[in-house]
């Protein structure tokens, strides 16, 4: 049994309880103990860092000096949290930042992506696999924070990551090349120019339907949330038929793993994602 | 390397020489190739493009600089970071400048961009950790837009998406403290 903290975030507990309950299903399968942070508050991301450095650092540091009190990992599912926590990391460890609450920089901090990609998961996950999801074209969608910017995520290949393709073939589906696996979705704008936020998103479930993918899959909240739920609204702006459902890549890992609550998880999406699932013989 | 020709001493160019402290990005090095506006995804819907954001920056020129559209356009996705063939961290850039800008009391070039951003840390402050109800329902207060989205949060709500109430967490007070930290060193 393997044990790591757990920071869900805010989004998490609200408008992303799916990717939350998945994310605590698979970790049960996959033998991994979550052992959630005591009293943990908001990160700051998007507003703090947007209008006071330090107010964003102390908010974030606030939280990974919990996590610090054990020798444990930090997972962290949403990506903006895990942005918001490493460029603390890198203030506080490689430039000598001093924070208020007792924080050094020694935590492993693992956004949830990352770590479900480790070799040994992936090996473990192959073993424990009932359900291949064979047939599944899936846009595999990292976004922004995921990987940008690389001195702070890590990622080498940030202009064309590969981690999440490689998880879904290890899945069983069918991850197809598309050009658009790192454009924004234009993120929180969605509150106050949902304009912007619509045009970005016609332009990615454009390019993944032209790529033949039957699905987008992300591991972003904010991604997921403005994906999901516009697509009525602009297929009456723009004339187009979208209906991709967005999926968390934990769900997909849900499903194919036999999890037992993945019809839950996948009624909480606004575009349903069960229709397709069931074309696919998958559910 | 070669010298840079713009210097950023305090007393020639107070502005570009505030950004670079702030930011600890070494903005003259910009040569105007034009990669960061050429990639940005949101770059229409900008008053100034960020390479001449850049130029600006140089020129010294704070008001152009901190009432544009572009310092709350900008999403944050780094991709202008990311291609920057002298690595200046534009989207850093971005994050200072929206600081300054509030700080300066100029007027914003986006009107709710700002309003969102106060709300919710409001929202953080009084309860700890965001929750989503309460931070629309307060941003639609600011805006007196209630009826944008209405149809979308009922089918939110509907589907599960949506809590009602807050979750109760117990670090209150040092929310506070690092809150009034924040709040005395606005005063100074």
Known sequence: MKEISYYPGCSLHG?????????RGVSELLDIQLHELDDWTCCGASSAHCTDEELAIELAARNLAI???????????CVACYSRFKAVEKEVKEHSKKVHFPYQGNVPIRYALDFFCDEPILEEMKKKRTRPLSGLKVACYYGCLTVRPPKVTGVREYENPQHMDRLMKCLGADPIPWSYKTDCCGASLVMTRTDIVKKLNDRLLSRAMEADADCLVTGCPMCQANLDTRQEELEKETGKKYNLPILYFTELMGLALGHKDVRKWFHRHITDPIKLLKTKGLM | MMELNIQATQKENPFLSEVVQASGEKIQACFQCQKCSAGCPVVYAMDIYPNQLVRHIQYGHREEVLTSKTIWICASCYTCSVRCPNDIDI????????SLALRSGAKPGEKDIPVFHSVFLESIKSKGRIHELSLILQFKSKTKDFLKDAGLGWKMFRKGKIKLLPSRFGGGKEIQEIFNGFEKEEAR
Request: hydrophobic content about 40%.
């Open chain 2, 91 to 98: 989207a850093k850039i971005m994050d200072v400048l929206r």
């Open chain 1, 67 to 77: 996590a610090e009190k054990t020798d444990r990992e930090l997972l962290v599912p």
């Open chain 1, 15 to 23: 408008t992303a309880r799916e990717y939350d309950d998945s994310i």
